[in-house]
């Protein structure tokens, strides 16, 4: 049996070849590494490679989220016309599996590792079932490393990555992590990882994929002793409790950890109790920022704008917040309403949901009808924060020459500012990297 994996783009690809992006998908990888020895198994991540349409192989399997899911459906359909099997999985499928079913021959909801087998045997039997859903979710101890043999490595900006653990444990109502992890926090053998570094050729450069790579500081802590000395330059995903601990910020420095990704999401404290955003305290913010910077760790913030509690004045103070704590880099998201998150059912209670083209599901376009803002506005306000952030008076207040890593700071402000196109795709950076694992 020859089986392909396929993670889709946001688009359908025009052309051929010239393509990059941020980093491989390393969940379908996984799966590859989970693949029994006589099954033939391919992979090919649309962002950076045509799909062979004439490859004829005996089963596809696609992976996507809400943004992606468009033009999974429209994989899936092509394949299926021509009488090949497709089992379709990833966030938005195990969010809707009977919408995801209308094109697929069977859904994999959750995470696949523990299905994988199984569902290889049924296809290879005429077998498969509808839906594949594991009782449990998977402990990560003695997983394979993934085959990064099968990504073409010169295409990604970030062709390093890891996970080394999965889930988070708050529940945000806006994040579709605590859905699809079912609000599981769980951590690979800190030597595990080694190990994998090891097998990866001691990478200098890394991304953890982690969806809070601090959550657990005692684990942390150990991971991160455990890197000091590797010469090794990484970043991450937190949250702003890592700020509470001085040891925990030192050792993540020690380890080599550059910058990390905080989810501030807004300087409302109404907006973060409604959001259900229980680590933050919007009167801490500048200190725990400051304390963070101060071990040498760039702060990338990630915003939400239009959330209900939001007039007309939160697009100026929240600039004016992410200029005055100096923020290297951030990003100004609209709350998106993805199916299965606690945010999706009161607005769809609400009746407030006016478009699903989840195509437009990308955190930039407005789904939804906010409260004391006009779609126009929200969407106008949204594209303005991005535009005077990166805006070049803005970049040079925040980062100006005397940043420790000046540099690369100017050429991650540029890129998002959209004049210099150096470092590849990273506008949605956040979404980007937070997707890349977590079952097929």
């Known amino acids: 049996m020859r089986v392909e994996l396929i993670a889709p783009s946001r688009d359908e690809p025009v052309g051929i070849g010239g393509k990059s992006s941020l980093a491989p998908p390393l969940a379908l990888a996984i799966l590859a590494a989970l693949t029994p020895p006589q099954v033939e198994v391919s992979l090919t991540d649309e962002n950076v490679d045509p799909i062979d349409w004439a490859g004829h192989p005996d089963l596809v399997g696609v992976t996507c989220t ?11 359909d092509r394949f299926r016309a021509a009488g090949i099997r497709v089992v379709l999985g990833g966030l938005h499928p195990s969010a809707l599996p009977q919408e995801a079913l209308a094109h697929a021959d069977a859904v994999v909801v959750g995470e696949a590792e523990t299905l994988w087998a199984q569902l290889l045997a049924d296809a290879g039997a005429d ?23 099968l990504f073409r490595r010169g295409k990604y900006l970030l062709p390093d990555t890891l ?34 570094l090891g097998e990866m050729g001691s990478p200098r450069l890394l991304a953890f994929l982690d969806d809070n790579v601090a959550a657990n500081p005692g684990r942390a802590k150990r991971l991160f002793r455990a890197l000091a000395g590797r010469r090794l330059t990484w970043f991450g995903q937190a949250d702003l409790n890592i700020a509470r601990d001085e040891e925990l910020l030192a050792t993540a420095a020690a380890s080599g950890c550059t910058g990390l990704l905080i989810g501030i999401e807004s300087i409302s404290q109404a907006n973060l109790a409604a959001v259900g955003k229980r680590t933050n305290v919007a009167e801490r913010y500048e200190a725990a920022i400051a304390r963070i910077q101060a071990h040498g ?8 704008v239009g959330l209900d509690e939001d007039s007309e004045d939160a697009f100026a103070e929240t600039l004016r917040f992410a200029r005055r704590v100096r923020l290297e880099s951030a990003q100004f ?58 805006s070049l008076p803005c970049t040079w207040q925040r980062i100006g020459w005397s940043h420790p890593n000046w540099l690369l700071m100017w050429l991650i402000n540029l890129n998002f500012r959209g004049s210099a196109g150096l470092l590849g795709p990273l506008s949605r950076l956040y979404d980007h990297l937070a997707n890349r694992y977590g079952g097929v």
């Open 66 to 76: 809400t943004l992606t899911a468009t033009r999974a459906y429209a994989i899936a």
């Open 127 to 149: 077998g498969l079932r509808p839906v594949y859903q594991a009782p449990e979710y998977p402990a990560l101890a003695g997983l394979p490393f993934p085959r990064r043999d």
């Open 163 to 196: 996970f080394t653990t999965r889930g988070c444990p708050y529940g945000c109502s806006f994040c579709s992590v605590t859905t699809f992890f079912g609000g599981t926090y769980r951590s690979r053998p800190v030597e595990e990882v080694l190990a994998e």
């Open 297 to 304: 760790i760039a702060v990338h913030g990630a915003f939400l």
């Open 333 to 390: 998201n609209i709350p998106t309403p993805y199916p299965g998150t606690r945010l999706y059912a009161e607005l769809e209670r609400e009746g407030r949901i006016f478009d699903r083209d989840w195509s437009h599901y990308g955190s930039d376009r407005v789904v939804y009808t906010p409260r004391r803002l006009s779609v126009k506005r929200l969407q106008e306000g949204h594209d303005w924060l991005w535009r005077e952030f990166y």
